[in-house]
Structures are given as structure tokens and as C-alpha cells.
């Protein structure tokens, strides 16, 4: 066991050091992966070989899609005017404009998806393109703001699998669970928005309509409607939304094959395979499952456990599931019965979420770095404080 988490260890510093030289996230990704199979002992055939097949797996194919199709819609709506007309209705109707840049991934974190936060980071962008916020204050503006509501939304599914693994209902984690909402807006606030140039709504510039904000949103309100209500493949209905535009607005076939490319990038593509490969060798090489049985066995207080194995299983997948159908059924003895003591259940949620926020594996944060050329560095640096505050509110409830 202990090798197996030398070759975590190994494996991350081997990312850091890597981007810290300026190689592509996405390839840092893959030599770690790489590096993981190979230390637990695993060959070089077998480590390309299972690296092959996170890359033609079903679901990378899908995040894959996905992710190039919302990018080309983002900048398909951005050069056919969309996006102004929402950003200039919202203006006019939000005075505020750090207000307005804050709504805007907050609205489109109401849809599960991943990396959904490249839905409207182009509208963050328009929305703060009369400021000079900085590339790391708009990734954290973008990333930070669309995950607010996962520890309460009854939509996301790990809401629903708590609620179920606790014999309890998504109104009960909802009333364990608002804290760490309320205290996630309050640090995004406190670290980054209030003191954020994104530019004033000057009320002489304020003369958007209802009908801006209604059009500007219409795009995007489809997407959403057909994935979240319907339930339609995502993929399908962007392309369908990507194609009315293409109609009605008269789009000219390079502007469409742009957009594509700009999608199908070389470092969108790496970084998505790059993920993949290094959640699914995670998996393979029996990463995953180390990681809460070493914490067990240093005999750690129980309080502990509860926040760490959670925090590091999402901290190294990046996916809220994982941290989810890992620790979970681990920590059920933990949290009492008759009654489950919900803060408990507060505690280990949300320090797994606080994980997945900060995982250099999670898809939000890789992409809107990319999106924004930012450096992932000073990203860091403000997503650990805000992180700290959510995490300091969760403690002092469970201590209090």
C-alpha cells in the first residue's frame, strides 16, 4: 500500500514540476499518469495499453464532445453579437457589474456538466472586457461562482447519493448543507469579487432591453432547457442550437470551422485526455482505494478521518462521485445513527467538494485556466483562501 502512495506523491510532483517549466498541462497530465502505473510495478505495455483505453472510453469520447461543442457555441454567440446583447441587458437591469459577472456562472451552475464553466466563461469575459481584472481573477470569477450550489442543488447527483447512503432526504442534507453555500458566495466576495476591476455600468451606456437579455440568453436557455428538462445528449442539443444560428444569423462556413477549431484546440484535446488518463490509472492501478485504507491505519481521531478522506480522494480525482462512492460508504460507521449526525455528513461532503475544487484534475478549473491564459499558480492563490473559508465554517459547526 505504502507503494502506492509513493507513486501519488511521485506523480503530482511530477505534474507541478512539469507545468512549472511551461509543458503543456495536458501532457504534464499523461507522464503522471504515466508515472503512477509504473511505480506501483505495473510495465510499460500495460501502462500504454490502459492508457489507450482512457482515451477511447466512452465517457472521455463524451466530455471530449461535449466540451468542444460548448466551446464553439461560446464563440459561435460571442462573434454573431449574443453575448453582448445578454451582457448589456443584464447590465442594464444589475447595476453592479461585479454583480453581473458573478450571476452569470452562477446561473449556468444550475446545470450539471462537465466542465460546464466554459458554458459562460465567454460571457464573463464580455461582461468584464471594460476592466482590468486580471486572467486569474476572471478564472476564479468563472470556476468559482458556477460551483456554489453543488452542496445543496438537488440536481447534482452526489446531493441525491448522500441523501440515499444516510437514509435521509435531499431536504436534510439541504438544511446540513446552506452553510457551506452561503459561506462559499461570502468567500468569493471577501477573496476576489469586491475588490475586482470588472469594469462600471455606466447608467448613460445602461440602455439594453428585455428583449437583449431574453435574446442574448436564448442560445444558452435552449441548451439548458434540452439537456436539464428533457433530458436530451448535450452534444446533440448544442449542435442543434450551433446549427439555428449558423441558419438564421448567416453564418459563413470559415466562421463555423472556427469556431470548431477553436473547440478542437491541441490543448483542449490533451487536457481532456491527459484527465482522463490519470483518473482512470488512479482507478486501475488501485490508487483510489489506497488512499482511505493508509488513513485508517495511522489511527487518526475520528473527526479527522471525516474530513480527510474525503478532501484527498477529491482532491486527486476532481470528480464529486468519486470522493463521493469512495469515503462515503467508509465513513457511514462514523456518523452515528439514529439520528445520523448531519453535521458529520456536512463535514465530509463538503471537505471532499473543497478537494474537488482545488484538484488540478478537475475540468473546470484546467479549461478556464486554458480559456484565460492564466497561471495556475496565482489561480491557487485565491482559490485556497476561499476554499479555507468554506472549510473553517464547516469545522467550527461540527466543533461548536
Known amino acids: 500500500m505504502e507503494r502506492e502512495i509513493v507513486a501519488l506523491a511521485v506523480s503530482i510532483l511530477i505534474v507541478v514540476v512539469m507545468v512549472r517549466f511551461k509543458v503543456d498541462l495536458g501532457v504534464s497530465m499523461l507522464v503522471g499518469a504515466a508515472s503512477l502505473a509504473l511505480i506501483v510495478g505495473r510495465s510499460v505495455g500495460w501502462t500504454a495499453i490502459e492508457i489507450g483505453r ?3 472510453a466512452r465517457d472521455t469520447l463524451l466530455v471530449l464532445g ?4 460548448i466551446i464553439a457555441l461560446g464563440a459561435l454567440a460571442g462573434r454573431t453579437g ?6 448589456l441587458g443584464l447590465r442594464t437591469y444589475v447595476a453592479d457589474n461585479r454583480a453581473v459577472v458573478a450571476l452569470i456562472p452562477a446561473f449556468g451552475g444550475l446545470l450539471p456538466m462537465p466542465g460546464g464553466a466554459m458554458l459562460t466563461a465567454p460571457m464573463v469575459e464580455s461582461a468584464a472586457r471594460t476592466g482590468s481584472a486580471s486572467p486569474e481573477e ?3 470569477i468563472s470556476y468559482w461562482f458556477r ?21 435521509g432526504s435531499v431536504g436534510d442534507l439541504f438544511r446540513a448543507n446552506w452553510p457551506a453555500t452561503a459561506s462559499a458566495i461570502g468567500g468569493g466576495v471577501l477573496i476576489v469579487l469586491w475588490r475586482a476591476n470588472v469594469g462600471r455600468n455606466d447608467p448613460s451606456t445602461r440602455n439594453g432591453t428585455l428583449l437583449d437579455l431574453f435574446v442574448g440568453i436564448l442560445p444558452f436557455a435552449i441548451v439548458i432547457v434540452g439537456a436539464l428538462v428533457f433530458e436530451f445528449e448535450l452534444i ?3 449542435l442543434a442550437v450551433i446549427a439555428l444560428l449558423a441558419v438564421f444569423e448567416r453564418v459563413k462556413p470559415r466562421d463555423l470551422y472556427m469556431a470548431f477549431r477553436r473547440g478542437a484546440s491541441f490543448q483542449i484535446v490533451m487536457l481532456v485526455l491527459g484527465v482522463a488518463a490519470y483518473k482512470y490509472l488512479l482507478e486501475r492501478a488501485g490508487i483510489i482505494e489506497a488512499v482511505p485504507e493508509f488513513l485508517f491505519r495511522m489511527n487518526m481521531p475520528e473527526l479527522v478521518v471525516i474530513a480527510a478522506v474525503p478532501l484527498i480522494v477529491g482532491l486527486i480525482t476532481g470528480v464529486t462521485l468519486a470522493y463521493i462512492g469512495v469515503s462515503f460508504p467508509l465513513l457511514l460507521p462514523l456518523f452515528g445513527t439514529d439520528p445520523v449526525n448531519m453535521e458529520l455528513v456536512m463535514l465530509a461532503f463538503v471537505s471532499g467538494f473543497v478537494g474537488c475544487l482545488l484538484s488540478p484534475v478537475h475540468l473546470c ?6 480559456y484565460f491564459h492564466a497561471s495556475l499558480g496565482r489561480v491557487y492563490a485565491r482559490l485556497l483562501p476561499a476554499c479555507a473559508i468554506i472549510m473553517a465554517v464547516a469545522v467550527a459547526i461540527v466543533l461548536l
Do not use: C, K, M, N
Not at 461535449?66 to 461543442?69: D, K, L, M
Not at 449574443?82 to 451582457?87: K, P
Not at 460551483?147 to 442543488?153: A, D, L, P, R, S
Open 365 to 370: 478549473l484546467v479549461l478556464t485556466r486554458e
Open 138 to 140: 476572471l478564472v476564479f
Open 147 to 167: 460551483h456554489v450550489w453543488e452542496y445543496i442543488w438537488p440536481l447534482y447527483p452526489a446531493v441525491v447519493i448522500v441523501a440515499s447512503l444516510i437514509d
Open 54 to 56: 482512457s482515451a477511447i
Open 82 to 87: 449574443y453575448l453582448d446583447r445578454f451582457v
Open 66 to 69: 461535449r466540451i468542444v461543442v
Open 236 to 238: 446533440v442539443v448544442v
